[in-house]
């Protein structure tokens, strides 16, 4: 069972990927200030009980975390030892939370995090080289169990293979969806799912974005259709173990 667990909404804009943030535009046509961050009512979700004193999510629920946010975003710095509190409760279930603020992750750890908690998955978006270089290195060092790469948006011809090893559990590469959208090219995506194959690590070609180029034709790609056509590219990758 999958839940989406909206601890705080709101975000500043922090990177070149944040340009046309889904949040914003979806907040913008009900004229919500995106930059306010606020604790939201969804805060306890995981451990809400039914009148039978049972948890109202099983054990074994996925809680996508902080999809209109940044689980490390300064301005919930007073909210997150209670956000570990309920992880830590349901330890059950499984966290995946994606950061564009890694640098942010040490000083915002739990007194008994230690190596990583096993029910903790976390993603590092990177969009473009610079942030590659900015981001990959605090990743990879840091004390995290379960780790995955995000590319999306994808915005140039990124290059991982400094960073990428059997730690890194997957790397995922979309494009941009929305109006006034960045191209995403077939090209770069290859090359990302080339480096995760000599590296052996998992690859997910998620989405193609609204623009996307491919033989140096370009594409206008309906929203129903982005994730559609990534499947049908058919270049996932699934690494292999030796015996």
């Not at 054990?59 to 919930?76: H, P, R």
């Not at 942030?131 to 169990?145: D, G, L, Q, T, Y």
Request: charged share 30%; hydrophobic share 35%; net charge negative.
């Amino acid at each position: 069972m999958e839940a989406f667990w909206n601890l705080w909404h709101g975000c500043h804009k922090y990177s070149a990927g944040c340009k046309n943030c889904y949040v914003y535009r979806r907040d913008g046509k009900y004229d919500i200030d995106s930059a306010n961050v606020r604790k939201t009512a969804s805060f306890s979700l995981p451990v809400k009980r039914g009148r039978d004193g049972a948890y109202k999510y099983p054990s074994g629920t996925c809680f996508w975390t902080c999809f209109t946010s940044d689980f490390l975003i300064e301005e919930a710095d007073e909210w997150r030892e209670q956000a570990w509190d309920i992880i830590r409760e349901r330890s059950d279930c499984e966290f995946i939370f994606i950061t564009k603020r890694i640098s942010r992750f040490e000083s915002c750890l739990p007194a008994d995090w230690g190596e990583g908690w096993d029910n903790v998955k976390i993603g590092c978006t990177v969009e473009n080289n610079l942030e590659a270089a900015r981001r990959m290195p605090v990743f990879v060092n840091a004390p995290i169990k379960h780790r995955f790469v995000c590319c999306e948006p994808l915005l140039e011809n990124v290059d991982l293979s400094p960073w990428l090893d059997p730690r890194t559990e997957e790397v995922i590469a979309g494009g941009e969806s929305g109006t006034d959208v960045r191209v995403c090219d077939y090209d770069w995506v290859l090359d990302l799912r080339r480096q995760c194959v000599e590296a052996n690590v998992a690859f997910r070609f998620k989405q193609t974005g609204a623009i996307f180029r491919k033989d140096g034709r370009y594409y206008s790609v309906p929203r129903a259709l982005q994730h559609v056509q990534a499947k049908k590219a058919g270049i996932d990758f699934t690494p292999s173990y030796d015996e």
